[in-house]
């Protein structure tokens, strides 16, 4: 079983509109939870970190912590064409301090 | 400041040649990481240095070897390189083995 977990999609939405990325993780240990953004041929781009409970919002981001059910989940409120891209979430574990990153949701956004 | 450099941009090599993989990093970052991406398959962890003058092993350290040069420099070496190595390889960088930053990537591919 993968440490991390994402939904691979594709998730379409349109401009406008919410996209919900949602990510569940094994490790109740897990210290920090982050979102990468990666564009098609690119490297990835840290977007949001969280690390605890609740909401934390950046603009038309907001990263959500559950500890006690282990999900993370990114909002994209106006969802943009140029928010097109592969979302990876990222979980902090362990007395190494290793990041675990899941496969990466792929999102479109139509205009 | 440049952030994480990595070079070479692209590679082709043929089976059993070597090669090495250089990233530098100038943000006086204390970490370093090296990571494979594969499709389907995330980022996974090949061999990180929490801090100048020690490497340790990661998820999938077979086939590979490293060096920490000094605080701004790790690299990446393949022995004899295989098609199983045909791959993303992504440097990264962080101050305190917390949030990560990358570079551009190396886009190797093994004939």
């Known amino acids: 079983q993968k440490e991390v977990e994402q939904n691979s999609g594709p998730l379409s939405v349109p401009e406008g509109a919410i996209a919900s990325l949602n990510c569940t993780y094994s490790d109740r240990g897990s210290q920090s939870f982050f979102w990468y953004r990666q564009y098609s041929g690119k490297s990835p781009e840290l977007i949001m970190f969280?690390?605890?409970?609740g909401d934390k919002e950046d603009g038309r981001f907001t990263a959500q912590l559950n500890k006690a059910s282990q999900y993370v989940s990114l909002l994209i409120r106006d969802s943009q064409p140029s928010d097109s891209a592969t979302y990876l979430c990222?979980?902090?574990?362990?007395?190494?301090?290793?990041?675990?990153f899941g496969s990466g949701t792929q999102l479109t956004v139509l205009p | 400041n440049a952030g994480v450099t990595q070079t070479p941009k692209f590679q082709v090599l043929k089976t059993g040649q070597s090669m090495t993989l250089q990233c530098a990093q100038d943000m006086n970052h204390n970490s370093m990481y090296w990571y494979r991406q594969d499709p389907g398959m995330g980022l996974r962890l090949i061999y990180y240095?929490?801090?100048?003058?020690?490497?340790d092993k990661g998820e999938v350290p077979n086939g590979y070897n490293v060096s920490r040069l000094n605080k701004r420099e790790f690299s990446l070496r393949l022995e004899s390189a295989a098609p199983s190595q045909t791959s993303v390889y992504f440097c990264?960088?962080?101050?305190?083995?917390?949030?990560?930053?990358f570079g551009p990537g190396t886009r190797l591919t093994v004939l």
């Open positions: 990264a960088s962080s101050a305190n083995s917390d949030t990560q930053y």
């Open positions: 990222a979980v902090l574990s362990g007395s190494a301090r290793q990041l675990t």
């Open positions: 240095s929490a801090s100048e003058g020690t490497t």
């Open positions: 969280i690390y605890s409970n």
